[in-house]
């Protein structure tokens, strides 16, 4: 018996020694968790409980260059509703002129929102929508409703902004006014202007402290942020909508005439190099057309027959020939390591100049031109066309460029056929549309080649931040001879060549035609060809003022491909519409013509006037109206005999003025 309990009392001091091991252990670990650990899950319930939310800056305003609106952040504001925080007073009080507003503003009946109040407030709802997407003017109307007017705590409302970026343009020059957007990852999709200038529109963010609430969602504790957000910077571009509209609907007609798959639009004025217009416009499955991609500034492509200019000006600067140079096309083709280089026109040119051969765009006229001279220096040739930077991009602000590319002797691409193919803009030459026009341009603007510009300047409220200045590629890409021989021959070529079409003796027009087959490569091209119709130039001739190009790729070619019948017409719609729309200005020196006599009779009257005081002043020689102010100053009385000037007056010059004295004038 004594040995069972013995047995039982060792049983109980082994449980009452475990049970006092595991106290020591809980509270050793309350200890801890409270003393040593204690900020961290504190910090972890507050980060569970409450926490920070980013209030995003509005972004800066993108202008055109005359003030209007392309790009602005609207705020948008969501409402809801804790049912919970309201007390009952307020909440019986109001519920029903509340239910009754929010009838009127939204609609469906002021019973049913009355239903919905009282449901939240009976489910203990603390985060009932009521609205979204409102704006400005909407949420101060919300906010001053029954109710809500009482605030976050009092009243229950519970107020979510944030900002939207609208374009008052809709679709016109949408991938050039772009976006920024950022994902979960961090990572920014830049496009644009909105996406190259983003730093300075973006602003610094704000910061917001949230509660967690019921089902995951949190709730604002105050009104108030935090952190305001900074907004960001305003940018004026160089972009007129005024030309961008008349781009754009130029380039869409044309597009939905010849059912084309793409094509772009860039309007550049000619000194300063600032884009007055850029469209880009892609075909959808539906046939319809909207800014799909960056063609003008992303898309490098085999330029075709406006490369000819390049060519010309190179064999011209190195003075291999001139444009009275005779170049036998024969009868419209010729055969080069048995490939054949064929012309347009059947039956060929024959013997022509080589100013000729450019102007009605003879691919053997041209081809032999270059191929004769270089054939054995081949990179004579495609120095000289690196020389005036037509390998290197531009560096635009604007993500997405091109690269351009000049195929080298010694590359892999290079072959027996890559001078004379590239004396024609094929052989695997690549350029872009803005490319070839900042060319063009320099051809236009005497020679200096300026670098395309898309901002002014930056803005905060009337203070400037920052400019951007006309920045200049290169002084003199070739001679002013050639420039001048050049220019004459892009005339030539809406005059009398392939641009003939396009000719209107009131309004003078230069550039150049193209027509470059794309995807030769696939097969069945011969069944279903496929071509870019192009044509770059500069107007007026005499004192360009813009250049541009079109571009457009695949049009139907039942219906036509040809660069003069296709782009063509557009360009010369911008150019004729632009001068049409813009008001001419006749600048005036000044409207006064000065009288040498008449100034010299003021500067009498003047100085006898200033010196008379009370003594009769000197009239002879004076105009009658002169004398007659005078004489009324001093308050002498006068009588009048003749026209003319005074020639002789009964008080001599000099004598006292007494009062009521009177003077005799007489007037010849």
């Not at 803005?459 to 920052?466: A, L, P, V």
């Not at 006068?638 to 007489?666: C, D, H, M, R, W």
């Amino acid at each position: 018996m004594a040995t069972t309990e013995k047995h039982i009392l060792y049983r109980i001091y082994v449980v009452a020694g475990f049970m006092f091991l595991l106290a020591v252990a809980v509270g050793f670990k309350l200890l801890n968790i409270q003393i040593v650990e204690g900020d961290n899950y504190r910090k972890m319930a507050e980060q569970r409980t409450y926490r920070n939310f980013v209030i995003p800056a509005n972004r800066g305003n993108l202008y055109d260059v005359n003030g209007n609106l392309l790009a602005t952040s609207i705020p948008k504001y969501d409402i809801r509703f804790d049912a919970v925080t309201v007390s009952d007073k307020n909440f019986q009080e109001n519920v029903g002129p509340l239910a009754e507003e929010l009838a009127k503003m939204f609609g469906e009946s002021s019973s049913r929102w009355a239903r919905k109040l009282r449901s939240a407030r009976a489910n203990k709802h603390r985060y009932l929508l009521i609205a979204r997407n409102l704006g400005y003017s909407e949420y101060i109307k919300v906010k001053n409703f029954p109710m809500f007017k009482l605030g976050s705590n009092r009243g229950g409302i519970i107020v979510e902004q944030r900002t939207v970026r609208e374009h008052p343009l809709g679709k016109m020059a949408e991938r050039t006014v772009g976006y920024e957007r950022q994902d979960d990852s961090g990572y920014y999709t830049r496009v644009g202007l909105e996406g190259a200038f983003g730093p300075y529109l973006r602003g610094k963010e704000g910061r917001r402290l949230k509660q967690r609430i019921a089902k995951g969602q949190w709730k604002p504790i105050s009104d108030n942020n935090e952190v305001e957000p900074k907004d960001g910077y305003d940018l004026i571009s160089t972009i007129d909508v005024k030309i961008q509209d008349i781009a754009h609907h130029a380039l869409l007609k044309q597009l939905e005439k010849y059912e084309a798959d793409h094509g772009s639009v860039v309007v550049m004025e000619t000194e300063t190099g600032e884009i007055k217009a850029i469209s880009n416009l892609g075909r959808t499955s539906k046939g319809s057309y909207f800014e799909k991609l960056n063609y003008a500034v992303g898309e490098a492509h085999e330029p075709g027959s406006t490369f000819k200019l390049m060519s010309m000006i190179v064999a011209l600067e190195d003075k291999v020939i001139d444009t009275s140079t005779v170049v036998d096309t024969e009868k419209g083709q010729m055969i080069i390591y048995r490939r054949r280089v064929r012309d347009s026109k059947h039956g060929g040119y024959g013997k022509i100049s080589a100013g000729k051969a450019f102007e009605v765009s003879s691919n053997v006229g041209i081809v032999k031109l270059i191929y004769e001279n270089y054939k054995d220096q081949p990179g004579k040739f495609v120095d000289k066309l690196k020389a005036m930077h037509l390998d290197e991009g531009l560096g635009l602000a604007i993500k997405g460029e091109g690269t351009p590319y000049i195929p080298t002797p010694g590359d892999k691409t290079w072959s027996g056929l890559s001078l004379p193919w590239m004396a024609y803009g094929y052989g695997s030459i690549q350029i872009t549309p803005l490319q070839t026009l900042t060319f063009y341009n320099a051809i236009a603007n005497g020679g200096e080649m300026v670098k395309p510009r898309f901002i002014k300047e930056v803005k905060e409220w009337d203070k400037t931040i920052e400019k951007f200045e006309k920045k200049v590629i290169d002084p003199q890409i070739c001679s002013p001879e050639t420039v001048a021989k050049v220019t004459d021959l892009l005339k030539n070529v809406v005059e009398r060549g392939t641009g003939k079409s396009l000719y209107d003796p009131n309004f003078s027009m230069a550039g150049k035609t193209g027509t470059a087959q794309t995807e030769y490569w696939k097969e069945g091209w011969a069944q279903d060809p496929q071509y870019i119709s192009s044509f770059v130039g500069f107007f007026p001739v005499e004192n360009p003022k813009y250049s541009c190009i079109v571009v457009i790729h695949k049009p139907n070619n039942k219906t036509g491909y040809y660069g003069a019948d296709v782009s063509g017409p557009v360009f010369k719609r911008i150019a004729q519409k632009i001068f049409t729309d813009t008001p001419v200005l006749d600048e005036f020196e000044t409207l006064e013509v000065v009288d040498p006599a008449i100034e010299k009779n003021y500067e009498k009257y003047f100085a006898t006037a200033r010196n008379s005081g009370k003594v009769m002043p000197d009239l002879r020689g004076m105009p009658a109206m002169d004398a007659v102010s005078l004489l009324e100053n001093l308050g002498v009385k006068f009588e009048l005999s003749g026209n003319g000037e005074v020639s002789q007056q009964s008080v001599k010059p000099g004598t006292s003025i007494a009062e009521g004295l009177t003077i005799k004038l007489k007037l010849s």
